[in-house]
């Protein structure tokens, strides 16, 4: 732990959510023009996401006192961090070259980075179509059931058999299914299942509840208060994005920002309140970067300006 760079220890602080909001964005503007930087940060984001969370979860029963021993005598930094971040870099610096060993064979591991949407077919035939910074794992023995690890957004076309289930898990929720197409989102505090066809089981596990969903029904869960929603949808809408487009439907400005950021990888900020509550509404298919702003400042009558690569701000067109 004593040889890890600072590049390594942003990583490890941004992973174990141990910045401040304004360091946060400091690290993701960094991240977007530093090379470096972005290999350091997939690494750590590949061992943060392998490594059993149960395993993570049991580190606070440590004794306080060691640890607060442990943290004294790192003179090396800069300053005290928390004791769980401390437990965090000891813990990823140690597995780190377990991981990135030849021998390390722990699942299969597939990455979708920032702005992209990844497709893969599952060893059953099933379709998975991975969303931005979202990652899934499953073991090699991929049989009986059929499970996989989520940790953000996808969507699922199962390939049917009755004989045996398909199972998503993620950290508070598990979504099961014997052949049917479905969406799964755990970002933010309302995490979400959106059923296109066939039907669901989802089992909350803070809570023990069981829902069965049905085509067109989506259920949303409040990690924070346990509120539980079920509700019709449009698949057309929410699920747009597997489909490479970005659907931005009769919402302010400043909600839709991080609708585009997420889906471009990149980051735009809004000047003035005016544009802010500007509504949007338009369906971006397949365009690139630079075609979706030339279509922004189009629709919307605001001027895009590049502060620097990947990072941009929106401003009212009578600007210079």
Known sequence: MENLTEKEIKCIRYLANEMSKENRSVFEIELSIDDELQLLYKRYRKIWMLYPSDNVRLIPKLSQQKIQGKIQKKKSFKKIYSVAAILIIA?????????????????????????????????????????????????????????????GEAFFEVT???????????????????????????LGKEQTISLATGKVNVFLKSTKDEVNLLPNEQLIWNSLNNEVIKRNFDPEKVLAWKEDILFLDNILFSEAIHKINEFYGVVFSIEGEYIENQRITGAFKDQSLEEFISSLEFITNVKIVEISPQQFTIKTSDEN
């Open 91 to 151: 813990l990823l610096a140690g597995i780190s070259a377990i991981y990135f060993s030849e021998s390390f064979n722990y699942t299969n591991l597939k990455i979708a980075d920032k702005g992209e949407r990844k497709q893969f077919f599952l060893p059953d035939s099933s379709r998975v179509v991975l969303n931005s910074e979202s990652i899934l794992k499953y073991n090699e023995n991929f049989s009986h059931p059929r499970e996989v690890w989520l940790n």
């Open 160 to 186: 049917k058999n009755p004989e045996n289930p398909f199972i998503v898990h993620t950290d508070d929720i598990e979504v099961k299914v014997k052949g049917t197409s479905f969406g799964v989102n755990t």
